[in-house]
């Protein structure tokens, strides 16, 4: 059965990006960048995530597996505009994804079709029309949300997400583009509760995926007597 | 060799508690309250924390084997004025440290001697002086930075917590009070370093814990070109 799964590296203060690059000068140079490096660089070094980029050599290891696992179980793809335009240089003729990628926007654009199985499709209709198109085209595997963190955000609002992946990187960033932030949109005495379903600890990321429980009131308790 | 850790449970986006609470009405009915207990909530279902508290059963499983690891490694414990303020009543007559206390305050009071082994010093002359002190009564055992959140992070902050352990609940709070937050004072091109030490899986938390390494510039790299 589909899932709506999502996974992002994240610094253990959970930012997946240093703070947002405003445009002035190269975003190579800027903190957003530096920050995005350090918190997904266990992938970089993974002969998974090489492979996808065209790229020899890597690591065979856990973090490898994961990454190979998590492109397997992906039938389709929910993405944000600005992940979609940032990547559309750098992914070159034959994106990773080797499947249809569905681009949340608010502007229209013809369907583009690359190498290898991967299309893009932009969506104007918002978050939940771009899932249920992903939806349809995953042939039974999983919609994957490919991100950024804000169109996650979104769907975890939504309550469109099924399971959440995190790769928490062993370093504080301090300041940056935080994931779970104030935009979930929850009131003071209500959660979001999730059960972890798999840890897996590794020196250079600790992986710890969730399935998606739901929207609950936070109640207090008898503190065991 | 002593090491000065901190041990707190956080939610899933990083908060130890809801949002401050500020003196109108009841503590228990204000919504920081409410994020406490539910990141805290693990802690009370197991044995060696209602021991400590004087409570008796609860779970004898790995997450009663973790707290009773921590109230063991510590010879002495810091901790933040707001913290010990609203322990006090709660605690009562025998406190659940049963070591010398350390309180970061700027108010200066008389020493207080607990039953069980607990006393209260307060330490008017700033953190780095608390963390001394500690050191000097902790036999030779860990200085534990009990808390609060704020306290932790001006230790971390400071360059002299060498462990931190998250206990990561299973819940995303969307506010409230953040461990790893702002404060800490880093610029946008640093971050504090860590390694992951150990990480002990549990349906109910996660604990994650980390040897701190330090602050360090952060870098680009060549995305495994």
Chains 1, 2 share one sequence.
Do not use: C
Not at 66 to 80: C, D, K, P, Q
Not at 182 to 188: N, Q, S
Not at 190 to 197: G, K, R, S, V
């Amino acid at each position: 059965m589909t899932k709506v799964t999502a996974q992002l590296s994240v610094s253990l203060d959970g930012f997946y990006a240093g703070p947002r690059h405003d445009g002035n000068g190269d975003w190579i140079t800027s903190a957003e960048s530096h920050g995005f490096y350090r918190v997904t660089r266990w992938a970089t070094e993974a002969m998974a995530w090489r492979e996808r980029q065209g790229i020899t050599g890597g690591r065979r290891d856990v973090n490898s597996e994961i990454i190979a696992e998590s492109f397997g179980a992906a039938g389709a793809y929910v993405m944000g505009r600005r992940m979609a335009d940032g990547g559309e240089v750098p992914w070159g003729d034959e994106p990773p994804f080797r499947a249809p990628v569905f681009v949340v926007t608010h502007r229209p654009r013809e369907r583009v079709v690359r190498q290898g199985g991967t299309s893009f499709t932009y969506v104007t209709d918002g978050v939940a029309s771009a899932v249920a198109q992903a939806r349809a085209a995953a042939g039974g595997k999983d919609v994957a949300v490919a991100g950024g963190g804000s169109l996650v955000r979104q769907v975890l609002r939504a309550g469109l997400l099924d399971e959440l992946e995190l790769h928490v990187a062993p370093v504080v960033l301090g300041t940056g583009m935080r994931l779970l932030d104030a935009d979930l949109g929850l009131d003071e005495f209500e959660a979001i509760e999730l059960t972890p379903t798999r840890v897996v600890p590794d020196p250079q990321v600790t992986h710890i995926r969730y399935a998606v429980t739901g929207r609950a009131p936070l109640t207090l308790d008898s503190r065991g007597r």
